[in-house]
């Protein structure tokens, strides 16, 4: 009997132990703050979609296989994310998750498309339209396409020279974006993950060594991230190519990670929501506050 209870004991010892290990490696993906009405999946590049110039220099420099170099590139990026959303809303990053070696980043994979696209203005991203909005939008749009039909036969009777006709394109940036093709991927998320923001990292470039124009002596390299972000409906929230100027002789990983891809990851992060404090924690973060001051005047022996 007493073999039996030590058994039981040790057993239940051994559960708590492991639960509080899995607990841990949760904690290194996943960021959780105040606001309990949003959260962040991330999800990284596919290796295909990185291609950078300098990943040999940056392996012999920081004493690291030059196959490593992308992964921590990965890592870095989401780390800088996480780091730039820490203190807004919750978050987790598939390239700290334990199955982004498993098959779920696959199945993200194999349920995207990757098209060039434009870059977009801000003002033509996500806002909820209202029923009045649309029957303006509707007229607006007529009325413009009815003018764009107009100037496009105008241009095509000028652009007629010598019995050939001449045609122009529209020119403009154009970043790398994602579409969803399963319409099943976002609500699987949803159900596994309880988050409601997707940002897709879609390609990341590290560019050759240039001279600066204003400079021809001074050498700078062009780091670019391509990303998407979609909020639970499937709509397009924010999109489009971010880019920072890094010299060309830093080659520390570390504090490429640090100086530059964080100000990617701030600007990416750009469209999230203001969190929504519920009013217990404005009321403790009051006390708290108060508390500290007291505290202070005590040190500095304003008080007694």
């Known amino acids: 009997?007493?073999?039996?209870?030590?058994?039981?004991?040790?057993?239940?010892?051994?559960?708590?132990?492991?639960?509080?290990?899995?607990?841990?490696?949760?904690?290194?993906?996943?960021?959780?703050?105040?606001?309990?009405?949003?959260?962040?999946?991330?999800?990284?590049?596919?290796?295909?979609?990185?291609?950078?110039?300098?990943?040999?220099?940056?392996?012999?420099?920081?004493?690291?296989?030059?196959?490593?170099?992308?992964?921590?590139?990965?890592?870095?990026?989401?780390?800088?994310?996480?780091?730039?959303i820490s203190n807004k809303i919750p978050a987790i990053s598939m390239a700290h998750h334990k199955d982004s070696i498993a098959e779920v980043l696959n199945y993200i994979y194999n349920s995207i498309g990757l098209k060039y696209d434009q870059v977009k203005s801000k003002d033509t991203l996500i806002a909820k339209p209202r029923k009045t909005?649309?029957?303006?939008?509707?007229?607006n749009n007529f009325i413009k396409h009815t003018k764009q039909d107009l100037e496009k036969n105008n241009s095509k009777k000028e652009n007629i020279q010598n019995g050939e006709i001449h045609t122009t394109s529209?020119?403009?940036?154009?970043?790398?974006?994602?579409?969803?093709?399963?319409?099943?991927?976002?609500?699987?998320?949803?159900?596994?993950?309880?988050?409601?923001?997707?940002?897709?990292?879609?390609?990341?470039?590290?560019?050759?060594?240039?001279?600066?124009?204003?400079?021809?002596?001074?050498?700078?390299?062009?780091?670019?991230?391509?990303?998407?972000?979609?909020?639970?409906?499937?709509?397009?929230?924010?999109?489009?190519?971010?880019?920072?100027?890094?010299?060309?002789?830093?080659?520390?990983?570390?504090?490429?990670e640090n100086e530059y891809l964080s100000i990617i990851a701030g600007e990416l992060c750009s469209f999230i929501p203001k969190p929504k404090i519920e009013k217990p924690s404005l009321l403790k973060e009051a006390e708290d506050n108060k508390n500290s001051k007291k505290q202070r005047k005590v040190i500095h022996g304003v008080l007694e």
């Open 133 to 139: 909005d649309l029957i303006k939008d509707k007229l």
């Open 170 to 256: 529209l020119t403009g940036e154009r970043f790398m974006n994602v579409i969803i093709q399963n319409p099943n991927l976002l609500s699987e998320l949803n159900e596994k993950y309880r988050t409601n923001y997707y940002l897709f990292i879609n390609e990341f470039h590290i560019g050759r060594s240039l001279s600066v124009p204003e400079n021809i002596y001074m050498k700078k390299r062009e780091i670019s991230t391509h990303y998407t972000v979609f909020n639970q409906t499937g709509i397009e929230v924010d999109a489009g190519v971010v880019k920072v100027q890094m010299p060309s002789d830093v080659l520390e990983i570390k504090k490429i």
């Open 1 to 84: 009997m007493r073999k039996n209870i030590l058994f039981a004991s040790f057993f239940i010892i051994f559960k708590l132990i492991s639960f509080g290990q899995e607990a841990a490696q949760y904690n290194d993906f996943e960021i959780y703050t105040q606001d309990k009405n949003n959260k962040i999946l991330i999800i990284p590049f596919e290796n295909k979609m990185y291609a950078s110039s300098v990943d040999s220099e940056i392996a012999a420099f920081n004493k690291i296989p030059y196959k490593e170099v992308k992964e921590e590139i990965k890592i870095g990026i989401s780390a800088q994310i996480l780091l730039t």
